[in-house]
């Protein structure tokens, strides 16, 4: 297939200018892939998340403390009920060492049952000391002796350790009596009434706690997504511009991005605007430049001698060019705002019956097929100059067949069509494949053409971000791959 098939160095300028290198594309830029903005919605949960959880934190211990405090102040009431008690008896004499008696707790007879008194005389060296039976022979110890100060009233309350390592809620005081001598009196219960209380209770706190976190959360989320739903509102509006389906955002939005909205559809609108006035300057920069070179180019066909075969030359080398880089332009601009689709399908169909008529005196068969939703996501009249390129190119050296088919791809990470065209001809071997995507490279002078339809081929599949792609076909002729977007 097409040895004349247009490619990108002129053979008239070639002789006079070498072909100039290629250089090597820069690298994209690689973004660190760990280092992923977090999105608006996650920033907002967690933000939300951190500060119901330190409030709640901060709120269960501060209840949880006062809760401690509140069961302290009561145990310590029954325990100054018993101290009184104490005081009272042996202030009024009548506490007898010998029998002191259980003052209405049983507790205080049992063998280290957790409730112990004690009453030492400390006007004396060495002190003496009466205890409860509870105590078993053992001595409760100082608060005095801990660290623990006196409240305004002159008693000590605090935790100490009794016997058998039991932690002690106690409550102690100094009477004096005078020649009746300087007493301490102690009373002390094991904390673990205490201690089952406030557990009891910080479990239900923390039961309560993490059931309300969860539902702070839940209802965090469900803001948090109702909230940005705007957005994806938008985000999905402007897909569907960059499908084709829209032009513009439209739709009621907050009015912290409605202003956003606005912006968008300004850009939008002045894309739209560069574009048209692009194809405009185009079309009349073609205009401007082919009149007064056909005239020249006639000029010089009405002489005769090596002035006017030059000038012939030099103005074949000059309408390729301009026709190149007049192409180009023009594909640039329909590129710029690529907010349109068109079908595939249609336009296979188009091409093949197109083709087939135009070469009807060699009787070749162009064949079409393609599924009927896809779609190319771009304007339909770039699909067809590519892919009416390639068919023409295939028609000009098939023997007998072309065939033209498209099928549905992905290519990093985007949906993509493959458009396939292959002949039956002659074909080209590796090296004229290369040779023929030079601009203006023709292989054979004898078939029609400029040498530039491969050139435009490659340039506007690049600016779409696909890729054309020669081989051989089955039939030993050429194969053409075409990558584009699909919709």
């Not at 490659?458 to 081989?471: E, I, T, V």
Request: hydrophobic residues 40%.
């Amino acid at each position: 297939m097409s040895v004349g098939a247009e490619g990108s160095a002129d053979a008239g300028l070639g002789a006079s200018a070498p072909a100039a290198r290629a250089e090597p594309a820069p690298a994209p830029a690689v973004a660190d892939a760990s280092r992923k903005p977090a999105s608006i919605a996650v920033r907002l949960f967690l933000s939300a998340a951190l500060w119901t959880g330190a409030v709640l934190l901060i709120v269960g211990v501060t209840l949880s403390s006062y809760y401690t405090r509140s069961v302290e102040r009561g145990f310590d009431q029954r325990l100054h009920v018993y101290l009184k008690t104490l005081v009272a008896a042996v202030a009024d004499g009548t506490f007898s060492r010998e029998d002191p008696g259980s003052f209405g707790e049983p507790r205080f007879d049992l063998p280290l049952s957790g409730w112990y008194w004690q009453i030492t005389r400390i006007d004396r060296e060495p002190p003496e000391s009466t205890t409860s039976k509870s105590l078993f022979e053992e001595q409760l110890p100082r608060l005095a002796d801990l660290g623990v100060g006196e409240t305004l009233v002159g008693t000590r309350e605090g935790y100490a350790l009794g016997p058998e390592e039991q932690r002690l809620r106690m409550v102690e005081r100094i009477i004096d009596l005078g020649q009746d001598g300087r007493y301490l009196i102690s009373i002390g219960a094991a904390s673990g009434e205490i201690d089952k209380d406030v557990a009891d209770f910080n479990f239900a706190l923390l039961m309560s706690f993490l059931a309300l976190g969860l539902g702070l959360m839940a209802t965090t989320g469900f803001q948090v997504v109702f909230g940005l739903r705007p957005l994806g509102r938008m985000r999905s509006q402007l897909s569907e511009i960059r499908r084709g389906g829209r032009s513009s955002l439209d739709g009621d939005f907050p009015k912290e991005i409605a202003p956003l909205v606005g912006e968008l559809n300004a850009l939008l609108e002045s894309n739209r605007e560069i574009v048209e006035r692009a194809r405009t300057h185009v079309g009349n920069l073609a205009h401007g430049l082919k009149t007064p070179l056909s005239v020249i180019a006639n000029e010089a066909h009405a002489g005769e001698g090596g002035f006017a075969e030059k000038v012939r030359e030099q103005a074949l080398v000059m309408r390729r060019q301009i026709d190149h880089h007049l192409e180009r332009a023009r594909l640039s601009a329909g590129v710029a705002f690529t907010g349109e689709t068109a079908e595939v399908k249609p336009a296979l169909e188009a091409l093949a019956r197109t083709m087939q008529k135009v070469h009807r005196e060699r009787e070749l068969i162009v064949e079409a097929s393609a599924p009927a939703d896809l779609r190319f996501r771009g304007e339909r009249q770039d699909l067809d100059e590519m892919v009416g390129n390639l068919v023409d190119n295939a028609c000009k050296w098939a023997r007998t067949r072309v065939t033209l088919s498209a099928e549905a791809g992905a290519a990093r990470g985007r949906p993509t069509l493959r458009v396939v065209i292959e002949d039956d001809g002659p074909g080209l071997g590796a090296d004229q494949r290369e040779d023929v995507l030079r601009r203006g490279r023709r292989l054979d002078e004898s078939k029609p053409g400029s040498g530039l339809g491969l050139a435009i081929v490659s340039d506007l599949a690049a600016m779409y971000g696909g890729r054309l792609q020669l081989g051989e076909s089955a039939s030993g002729g050429l194969r053409c791959e075409l990558e584009l977007p699909a919709a």
